[in-house]
């Protein structure tokens, strides 16, 4: 059964369809009930219980040619014998249902690229990852031979007390079988993300730096990266109608420059408008799937800014739909890498420059704010850090990918800055979030290389270089302090963040007393 799974098709024709167009995967949801069209021409779908991803029912096999490698403080185990019964149970599971398989790939650099077959219980799902992977040419799908397989069966639950897992939905990545099982839950974020994980692991131990990053290139191909966590503006900022974008999620970064592991993007839209994100709005219509949008039920329009199903509300579509995309998904080496964070405290500066150790504290720092239903249970923004801004997709030891990045920033001479869009004159509740329009303007600043021009100064409590000047955004809006009504709150609160750094980055045992000391000062303001 095992050969059948990776390399065969399985018998059983009427069951199985096979790498379906687009239209007939949409003609086929909705014939199944599996969703609504919408007004726009967008499939709309409800994931039911799980709205997000659901990181503890995450699980690496605990096998002897992987043991040594994995960060096993970040990855949770599981067992060899408890991952064959569960693996027994999916194949059986899926011999007796209908199932819908798709063949493609993961990396859009042909030298890198890893071949993937996709078995889903919903067409639905199946469109997801057909938008979100690359679909191979005709003749690229004749030869087409996996090297992983994902199975993907929602309707198939786990019972912790007998299978070692930590609710009934399960994501289980076996690196010796080659095997992603992915049940309990119809979330397909769950999908992406868990080829993303392997390319973690894979692509390392070949030179390649993966990341968890947006990507777009300019009229001069200078190419940008935008790194951060969902909700931190990844494919909002990268989505220019003045660059062109190489991919909004996932990138690896090789010898040669950049590439994109996906051919399509997953764009959150909660609060979506077409004033505001044009390109984003434009991308949804036939083809495209949505998730956890509330729509109007006689007229089939989306009300983006509803989130009572959830705020964690998605968009997919191939990133053809965004003009003047870039594909295949190719880019040279960056010129300017950005940290994004979504600061809840309301406490850091909308913009600073960092020096290489800065860069490499504050990629192993991962700073930001979780999101209201990014994650199952976060109903509410809470400060977090996650190791390289995206600490649930790492199978390796942090230092790993951090002195990667700092070696290809150092090598290639990359500009790094650190870029709030987070709250301001206050924390949330109190504050407000950054004007996505003053955003825009300082990552315009920093692409043109406009924002070196003028003077900076340094951040008296995170040791960060502040612009004390860019075009288009308010002055007293670049130090945070000046936007707080109540400066003693402001102090405490810069402080207290201050402190949850320092706290944080202890677990950090091997890193250079230069990047250690790249932190807040975390000392008293005056």
């Not at 019972?159 to 930590?166: C, R, Y």
Request: with cysteine; glycine share 10%; charged share 20%.
């Amino acid at each position: 059964m095992e050969a059948s799974l990776s390399q065969e098709k399985v018998p059983g024709e009427k069951r199985y369809h096979y790498n379906l167009s687009v239209n007939k995967l949409l003609e086929l949801a909705l014939s199944r009930g599996e969703g609504d069209l919408t007004a726009s021409g967008a499939l709309r779908v409800l994931t039911g219980k799980y709205t997000g991803r659901s990181p503890r029912d995450k699980f690496i096999v605990d096998e002897p040619s992987v043991r040594e490698h994995i960060d096993w403080e970040n990855n949770r185990p599981i067992s060899k014998e408890h991952f064959e019964k569960i693996y027994k149970r999916v194949q059986d599971y899926i011999q007796k249902h209908e199932m819908f398989v798709f063949d493609g790939f993961a990396g859009a650099d042909k030298k890198y690229c890893l071949p993937i077959r996709v078995y889903t219980e919903y067409a639905w799902q199946n469109l997801f990852v057909r938008q979100l992977l690359i679909a191979p040419a005709e003749d690229e799908l004749r030869r087409h031979i996996p090297e992983f397989t994902i199975i993907g069966t929602p309707g198939l639950v786990t019972n912790p007390a007998i299978d070692g897992t930590n609710s009934e939905a399960y994501i289980i990545v076996s690196f010796e079988k080659k095997v992603i099982l992915i049940g309990g839950t119809e979330y397909a974020g769950e999908l992406k993300k868990s080829v993303f994980s392997v390319l973690n692991y894979l692509l390392p131990f070949r030179g390649v730096l993966p990341m968890h990053c947006s990507a777009n290139v300019g009229k001069n191909n200078d190419t940008a990266l935008f790194f951060g966590l969902s909700g931190t503006g990844k494919t909002t900022l990268s989505a220019d109608p003045d660059r062109f974008l190489i991919g909004d999620d996932e990138h690896g970064w090789t010898e040669q420059g950049i590439f994109n592991f996906e051919g399509g993007c997953y764009a959150k839209c909660i609060g979506l408008t077409e004033e505001k994100e044009p390109q984003i709005w434009h991308a949804i219509k036939n083809g495209s799937v949505l998730e956890n949008v509330v729509i109007d039920e006689n007229t089939g329009v989306a009300d983006y800014h509803n989130g009572k199903i959830t705020e964690n509300t998605r968009a997919a579509y191939p990133i053809e739909y965004i003009p003047g995309a870039v594909v295949p998904g190719l880019g040279g080496h960056p010129e300017v890498v950005v940290f994004l964070t979504a600061d809840a405290f309301g406490v850091l500066p909308p913009v600073a420059k960092l020096s290489k150790a800065q860069a490499m504290y504050h990629f192993l720092s991962g700073y930001t704010s979780k999101l209201a239903g990014t994650e199952r249970g976060i109903t509410s923004p809470e400060a977090t850090f996650s190791t390289c801004f995206g600490a649930p997709f790492l199978p390796l030891q942090p230092k790993v990918y951090a002195d990667m990045l700092g070696e290809k920033i150092e090598s290639h001479g990359s500009r790094v800055y650190l870029i709030n869009t987070g709250w301001s004159g206050g924390p949330y509740g109190v504050g407000s979030r950054i004007n996505l329009a003053y955003t825009r303007a300082i990552i315009s600043a920093v692409l043109d290389g406009s924002i070196e021009k003028g003077s900076f100064k340094p951040d008296p409590v995170f040791n960060i270089l502040v612009p004390q000047e860019v075009a288009g955004v308010p002055s007293g809006l670049l130090n945070p302090r000046d936007t707080w009504e109540d400066k003693h709150a402001f102090d405490c609160k810069a402080l207290e963040l201050a402190a949850s750094f320092s706290e944080n980055f202890k677990k950090f045992k091997d890193v250079s007393d230069s990047v250690r000391q790249s932190g807040p000062v975390n000392t008293c303001l005056s």
